[in-house]
């Protein structure tokens, strides 16, 4: 199988950091317009000199109204924690259980922060962890 050019690789396509011109076409476009049913169509029609598959990226992990930013709380460290050793690395499932926070910094925060968290406490004591999916099991159960 033989796969075509990706289009983000096409000559005249910008690369690399988002100016504010840009983040504000893009906002007010699908502000406008709504999501698109096809993002590779987007660039041309909001006047980006971007691919498709950038454009999306930047709406669902920057731009968009619900992206939570900041720290993260103690609650979400923990359902993280317990939801990825329910599900593994499957990043989008996690992130629909917290909301405001994409699946990409799901990740990020995964491997940046809590892996070695969890490696450490799991190796001195894997009763902690245990405990910790429980009564985080528990505040879920609770709080829905």
């Not at 007010?28 to 987007?42: C, D, E």
Request: hydrophobic content about 25%; some cysteine; overall charge positive.
């Amino acid at each position: 199988m033989v796969r075509t050019p990706h289009r983000c690789e096409k000559s005249g396509v910008r690369k690399g950091t988002w100016t504010p011109e840009e983040d504000s076409k893009l906002i007010a476009h699908l502000t406008t317009f709504g999501h698109p049913t096809n993002w590779r169509q987007l660039p041309g029609a909001a006047g980006l000199a971007r691919c498709g598959k950038s454009c999306r990226l930047r709406w669902m992990n920057y731009l968009r109204p619900d992206v939570k930013r900041g720290n993260y709380t103690q609650e979400e460290d923990d359902t993280i924690v317990k939801l990825h050793n329910q599900f593994g690395n499957r990043w989008s499932m996690i992130a629909s259980h917290l909301h405001g926070r994409s699946d990409n910094e799901i990740k990020n925060r995964w491997h940046s922060q809590l892996k070695k968290r969890f490696q450490h406490t799991s190796a001195s004591n894997s009763n902690n962890h245990n405990a910790l999916v429980e009564s985080t099991e528990e505040e879920i159960v609770n709080n829905n």
